[in-house]
């Protein structure tokens, strides 16, 4: 079976293998600092955040130094993931991400941020990053179920996730959806819901992430899972292969699959502890879907 993972999207693109720098903006988010709520998604971890952060240029050096045994070819996805990128002061983030794209070894820039966090002004500012380099927007929509996003403590509802997609579709830019299996309350059905609702959109989706839901220590998700284990469905390596298999066979050809599970920090990590045998996960999935 056809697989449009992100190494051929981007070998497609620009020739050559293309590796993420992770970034920090030093942001925040909204439902973290009361804006509308607090203690972020029950499945997040607190860490340091808003904090003094390293200048971008300092900071995509050591992110280059850390993989430069696996790459010769100088490609990079300048990626900002931690929190909400778009939330706080426009033009000190703005800055950082001019900084990001115009790096010489950048060849696209990547922004993780929340629906609720996108107006027009960020519009018009993606929109002039764009027309530099390819730029993606992701937005952590996880269900389309508005009855589990209130006890992720997602802060938003499935209304504003739909016209923040529509409008950045809108303006040209690419998004890429987070979708997370076993949430509290779901099973299978709910992420196929999920997965079905992003491919019938008025604008095609151009990526997903699929999430297996990580159980992290120090999380409200990990108090919740010590009381009641059952609060959540824990996939077998196997069971949850075979489902990710059919979301991809469920998504248009030209949807490109950014990453198939979650990836918990290792220190932190209760639940499935399966995921940290990254090789062992990634050569059953390819047997798996070659198999199709």
Not at 20 to 42: E, S, V, W
Not at 67 to 90: E, L, P, V
Not at 244 to 265: N, S, W
């Amino acid at each position: 079976m056809f697989y449009h993972s992100l190494d051929y999207e981007m070998k497609k693109q620009f020739g050559k293998k293309v590796y993420r720098l992770a970034l920090d903006a030093g942001c925040t988010c909204p439902n973290r600092d009361g804006k509308c709520g607090f203690g972020g998604c029950i499945f997040c971890a607190e860490d340091s955040y808003a904090k003094s952060v390293l200048p971008v240029l300092e900071q995509i050096e050591a992110a280059k130094e850390k993989i430069k045994a696996k790459t010769k070819d100088n490609a990079y996805i300048a990626y900002f993931q931690s929190h909400t990128n778009t939330y706080g002061d426009i033009n000190r983030i703005k800055g950082m991400f001019y900084e990001a794209i115009n790096y010489p070894e950048t060849v696209a820039l990547s922004i993780g941020t929340r629906p609720d966090c996108i107006d027009d002004e960020w519009i018009l500012v993606l929109k002039e990053l764009n027309d530099i380099k390819p730029v993606w927007v992701e937005l952590g929509l996880q269900t389309i179920n508005d009855e589990t996003a209130k006890l992720l403590n997602r802060g938003y509802n499935l209304d504003v996730f739909e016209k923040a997609y529509n409008k950045l579709k809108a303006a040209g830019i690419s998004v890429i959806v987070h979708v997370i299996a076993g949430l509290p309350g779901e099973n299978d059905e709910d992420v196929i819901k999920t997965v079905e609702y992003l491919t019938k959109l008025p604008y095609a989706l151009d990526g997903i992430k699929i999430h297996n839901l990580n159980i992290l220590k120090g999380t409200a998700l990990a108090s919740l899972y010590e009381k009641d284990k059952s609060i959540v469905k824990e996939y077998s390596m196997e069971e949850y292969l075979l489902l990710v298999v059919k979301l991809i066979k469920m998504l248009p050809k030209e949807t490109v699959v950014h990453r198939i599970t979650g990836d918990g920090p290792r220190n932190l990590l209760i639940s499935p502890l399966w995921i940290t045998d990254k090789k062992r996960v990634q050569n059953s999935f390819r047997k798996l879907i070659n198999e199709q």
